[in-house]
């Protein structure tokens, strides 16, 4: 079973920042499109990030542009999440997700998921 690893979620107040980092297979992240969905309590789950394979491409989720920065490091087999100016609405279950740039922008339907890690910004 493939294992995408979150990590760097936490409590923080608004205004704040912080950096979620996904590890994953080598085989699976050198041929995918990184990305990161959240789901919020009685919302449904939205992509929030995403970069190509290559790295050429990203898409944001409008609610967090000029906010977040999406990127991967390919020498660690790792995406990360940078999120600054954190709002209390930020506030989610944050998943790594591994897919083809269509399953993961066009029809959000990855084919990897990680456990997700909880990210709660207080006001």
């Known amino acids: 079973q493939v294992q995408l690893v979150e990590s760097g979620g936490g409590l923080v107040q608004a205004g704040g920042s912080l950096r979620l980092a996904c590890a994953a297979p080598?085989?699976?992240?050198?041929?995918?499109?990184m990305s990161w969905y959240r789901q919020a309590p009685g919302k449904q789950r939205e992509l929030v990030a995403a970069?190509?394979?290559?790295?050429?491409?990203?898409k944001y989720a409008d609610s967090v542009k000029g906010r977040f920065t999406i990127s991967r490091d390919n020498a660690k087999n790792t995406v990360n999440l940078q999120m600054n100016s954190l709002k209390p609405e930020d506030t989610a279950v944050y998943y790594c997700?591994?897919?083809?740039?269509?399953?993961?922008?066009?029809?959000?339907?990855?084919?990897?998921w990680g456990q997700g890690t909880q990210v709660t910004v207080s006001s």
């Open positions: 997700a591994a897919g083809s740039w269509r399953r993961i922008v066009i029809i959000t339907t990855p084919d990897y």
């Open positions: 080598g085989s699976i992240f050198s041929s995918n499109t």
């Open positions: 970069i190509s394979s290559g790295g050429r491409s990203t």
